[in-house]
């Protein structure tokens, strides 16, 4: 059975997983409009995995956990509509929201150097922004100007880049 065939959505009422042909070519649309600062889901069906890898997202230095959900069909963009915020000590209160407006049927993005500091799976950027940065490796590779003009970045990826100066 195909990962399509297999696909059970876990948020029917917000998102549904545009499956499309080519490796890692798949996205998540949304089905709802959205106002910025709009939180659009919890993320309270993560577990905790060892490693990073492509379907991983990381909260902390070397702390790495599994959506267990739709979410990780969000591919990145240098020009995001979505903000992963993991910046509360309350893992309850981690949350998606909306870092700009969104209209239903807007493929949902979020700029993977807000979270990642050194990607498992580098990749060469398609998401045809005036403000893409080509090649994404995470935010290690990024110069403090890079780091703060796509949206919001998560607090311990700026401890990491003030660490990585001194
Ligand atoms: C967690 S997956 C996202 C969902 C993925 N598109 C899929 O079909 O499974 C992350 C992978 O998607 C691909 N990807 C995500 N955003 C991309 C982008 N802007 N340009 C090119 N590839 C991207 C990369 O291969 C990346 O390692």
């Not at 003009?149 to 990491?160: D, E, R, Y």
């Amino acid at each position: 059975m195909s990962v399509q065939e297999s696909y059970v959505p876990t948020h029917p009422d917000l998102f549904i997983v545009e499956f499309l042909p080519g490796d890692f070519a798949s996205r998540l649309i949304s089905l709802k409009s959205f106002e910025a600062g709009e939180t659009i889901a919890d993320l309270s069906r993560f577990t905790r995995v060892p490693h990073a890898a492509y379907d991983t997202i990381q909260c902390g230095p070397g702390d790495n956990i599994k959506y267990n959900s739709d979410l990780v069909y969000v591919n990145h963009s240098c020009e995001p509509n979505i903000a992963f915020d993991f910046s509360s000590k309350d893992t309850s209160r981690w949350h998606v929201r909306a870092s700009r407006p969104i209209k239903q049927g807007d493929p949902l993005t979020y700029f993977y150097p807000s979270t990642e500091w050194n990607m498992a799976q580098p990749f060469d950027c398609l998401c045809g922004s005036a403000k893409c940065l080509g090649r994404v490796e995470g935010a290690v590779s990024l110069s403090a100007a890079e780091l703060s003009s796509h949206g919001f970045i998560n607090p311990w990826i700026w401890t990491q880049f003030e660490a990585k100066q001194n």
